[in-house]
C-alpha cells in the first residue's frame, strides 16, 4: 500500500504544481489585461495536463534504464542473451512492429516490463530473477506479453489517458473554484482567497478519481496482453508463466515508473484494489484458461 500511496501522491504532486503555476500565471495575464475566459483555461490545461503526459513518455525509455538499472543487450555475450534477443525479435516481427531494445536488470524476483514513446521504439527488459525462476518457455511467454504491451500501443494509450484526464483535472478545478469564490465567498470575479483554496482541494480530490480511472485501464489491458501473449507464444506457455508467478512468494518490487508495465504487480483487497495496476494473477489464468480475449 506504500507503494500506492507513493504512486498517488505524486501524481497529485504534478497536478498541484502545474495548478500552482497556472494559480500564478493567471492574475498575472489578467494585470495584462488578458481576459482569462473558459477559453484560456481550456489552453493552460492542455499544456500543463498533455505537456507533463508526453514529456514522461518521451523520457519513459531513460527513466526505466536509470530506475532499474537496466543493461541494454548490444552484443550478446552468452547463450542466454543471445536466445533472449533472438526470440523478441522473432515476436516483434510477428507483432509487426519494430525490434524493441531488450535489457536484463538485477533483481531476486521473477518480473519483466515493456516501455518507451513508440511501437518501433520500445524497450523489453527482464529481471536476473525471472530468468533464474522460469524455465525457457515460461520466460518466451513472458517476452511475448511484453512485445505485446507494445504492439498493442499500451505506453501511448496509457499516456494519453493520464494526460486527458490531468486536463480535466486542472480545467474543472478552475471553473468549479470561480463558482464556488463567487456563491459562497462573494467574490465579485471568482479569483479570491477561496478560489484558489478550493482549486487545490478539488485538485486533490478528483486527481484521486482520475487514479482510479488510469488504474483500471491498466489491468484491463493486462488481460489483452495476456492474450496477446497467448498467441505469440501458445496459450499453454502463457498459463504456465502466470502460474509460476503466482506461486512465487516474492511480491513485484518494480519503481513506480515502469511498475504498470510489468508482468506483475502488488495484490490488493477492498478499497486498495481500486489502485491496482495489474489484476489478480488467478483473474488472468481463469480468462485465458476460458479463452477471454
Do not use: C
Not at 527513466?63 to 523478441?88: D, F, G
Not at 522473432?90 to 516490463?113: S, T
Amino acid at each position: 500500500m506504500r507503494r500506492v500511496g507513493l504512486f498517488v501522491m505524486t501524481n497529485l504532486a504534478v497536478l498541484v504544481v502545474f495548478g500552482f503555476v497556472m494559480n500564478l500565471a493567471e492574475p498575472w495575464l489578467r494585470a495584462q489585461g488578458i481576459d482569462v475566459n473558459q477559453a484560456g483555461m481550456l489552453l493552460f490545461a492542455l499544456i500543463f495536463g498533455m505537456g507533463g503526459a508526453l514529456v514522461s513518455l518521451l523520457m519513459s525509455k531513460k527513466i526505466a534504464l536509470m530506475s532499474t538499472h537496466a543493461k541494454i543487450i548490444e552484443q550478446p555475450t552468452s547463450q542466454v542473451e543471445r536466445w533472449l534477443v533472438n526470440t523478441v525479435e522473432r515476436q516483434a516481427r510477428e507483432a509487426g512492429i519494430g525490434m524493441p531494445d531488450v535489457a536484463i536488470f538485477q533483481a531476486d524476483e521473477p518480473n519483466a516490463f515493456a516501455t518507451g514513446a513508440s511501437r518501433n521504439k520500445a524497450l523489453v527488459a527482464v529481471s536476473t530473477g525471472l530468468l533464474r525462476h522460469m524455465n525457457e518457455s515460461e520466460v518466451e511467454a513472458v517476452l511475448a506479453h511484453e512485445v505485446s504491451h507494445v504492439a498493442n500501443g499500451d505506453m501511448i494509450t496509457m499516456t494519453l489517458l493520464q494526460g486527458v484526464l490531468n486536463t480535466f483535472v486542472l480545467l474543472l478545478s478552475r471553473v468549479l473554484g470561480q463558482l464556488i469564490d463567487r456563491a459562497v465567498f462573494r467574490s465579485e470575479r471568482g479569483y479570491g482567497p477561496g478560489y484558489f483554496i478550493t482549486v487545490i482541494v478539488l485538485q486533490i480530490v478528483l486527481g484521486i478519481l482520475a487514479s482510479i480511472i488510469v488504474m483500471a485501464f491498466s489491468r484491463w489491458r493486462e488481460f489483452r496482453a495476456d492474450a496477446g501473449g497467448a498467441r505469440l507464444a501458445g496459450r499453454g506457455k502463457m498459463i504456465a508463466a502466470l502460474e509460476k508467478l503466482r506461486r512465487s512468494q516474492q511480491p513485484g518490487q518494480l519503481p513506480e515508473a515502469v511498475e504498470a508495465f510489468g508482468i506483475r504487480g502488488r495484490v490488493g483487497m477492498g478499497f486498495k484494489r481500486l489502485f491496482m495496476s495489474h489484476p489478480p494473477l488467478e483473474e488472468r489464468i481463469a480468462a485465458l484458461e476460458q479463452g477471454v480475449r
